[in-house]
């Protein structure tokens, strides 16, 4: 959290600069760039967001999990939210963000932090080679005592719990 705070005041001190010498060379120059970025934000999340829902029905639809398609949703709802962001550095991160090779980059490295900070647990039931994905969050046994859960009937006896390294395999 720290670590967050720290940026975020870097960014907004080196934002405050930077405006400041924009606005000793041409004061009306910088007023365009800040308005014009905040309505180019705007119209971006309106316009990538229209698209990028239109993508995630899609997805519903042909029944696939529309995960990547809620990373890219969330990439441009960052990316707009830079823009309307008044600064000069904030305004060439959400440009990049909005542009396609970038965000791939950018994707990449969120879903890999994502990885990192959430464990995945992986189940195999029976023969099939599908992979069910999930986190224990505590035994029947204590959810029981703590009046959480209701009684669970046992799991078949083809459920199969993978070892951590077959686990590896599938992430």
Known sequence: ????????????????????????????LTLFWVLMSGLAGVWFIRRQGNNVMAEMRRAVAEDRLPADVMIEAFLVLLAGSLLIAPGIITDVI??????????????????DWLKRRFRITSIRFGDR???????????????????????????????????????????
């Open 94 to 111: 959400g440009v990049t963000i909005l542009v396609k090779p970038f965000r791939r980059h950018y994707r990449r490295y969120f879903v």
């Open 1 to 28: 959290m720290l670590q967050l705070l720290t940026v975020f005041v870097l960014l907004s001190l080196s934002e405050l600069v930077l405006l400041i010498m924009f606005l000793n060379l041409h004061w009306g």
């Open 129 to 171: 080679s599908e992979i069910v994905e999930g986190e224990v969050v505590g035994t029947a046994k204590e959810n029981r005592a703590n009046g959480k859960a209701p009684e669970f009937i046992d799991p078949p006896d083809d459920v199969q719990v993978l070892p951590q390294q077959e686990r590896s395999r599938w992430q």
